[in-house]
């Protein structure tokens, strides 16, 4: 148990049963009345995000999640297959559950794998990647009619728009919550 002043960012709170973790929180004292904290949670499962007031002070129950560095190893069919990095486990981890992140994925990767009561609830990636591009047109110099971008496909199949000046086989980096071109790897 914690109260509300005890919020953080990625906190998970069991509330009616179910999962929530805290996307943001913010303390405020009006100055008339009472102190409050207004929240936004995120469901853990659904992925459904809901604003929620607390008065200061409440009590909520936390959920202890289990955060671990895991490898990701390959994909069986819809699955999966991560390993544990200290025990060697492997855990079989639904593409649902991966939601976009297996746009990102490559063997090997490390990977925060979050565990609840034995279930893997959610896993997060690194805020960048590198990748290399395996297909795109050249770009021309005199072309702006696009913003000076031009579709490429990642190693993993994923399509991003690049800089024109991006070859094939150049190796980039690619933000992992947004899906966008975050700078050129020099290698």
Do not use: C
């Amino acid at each position: 148990m914690a109260t509300t002043n005890d919020l953080k960012n990625g906190m998970v709170l069991k509330i009616d049963n179910q999962l929530w973790s805290v996307v943001e929180f913010q303390h405020v004292k009006p100055g008339k009345g009472p102190a409050f904290v207004r929240s936004k949670l995120k469901n853990v499962l659904s992925g459904k995000t809901v604003d929620k007031t607390f008065n200061a002070g409440v009590k909520v129950e936390t959920a202890t999640v289990d955060r671990r560095d895991m490898t990701y190893l390959y994909q069986d069919g819809n699955d999966y297959v991560f390993m544990d990095a200290s025990t060697y486990d492997q855990y079989l981890v639904g593409g649902d559950i991966i939601g976009d992140a297996k746009r990102f994925l490559m063997e090997n990767q490390s990977a925060i794998v979050s565990m609840y009561e034995g279930n893997v609830l959610f896993v997060e990636l690194p805020a960048t990647v590198t990748l290399e591009i395996t297909y795109t047109e050249p770009g021309l110099q005199g072309d702006r009619s696009n913003a000076g971008t031009k579709p490429a496909t990642l190693e993993t199949g994923y399509d991003i728009q690049v800089p024109l000046f991006l070859e094939q086989g150049t190796r980039i980096k690619v933000d992992t919550r947004t899906g966008e071109y975050a700078g050129r790897v020099n290698d």
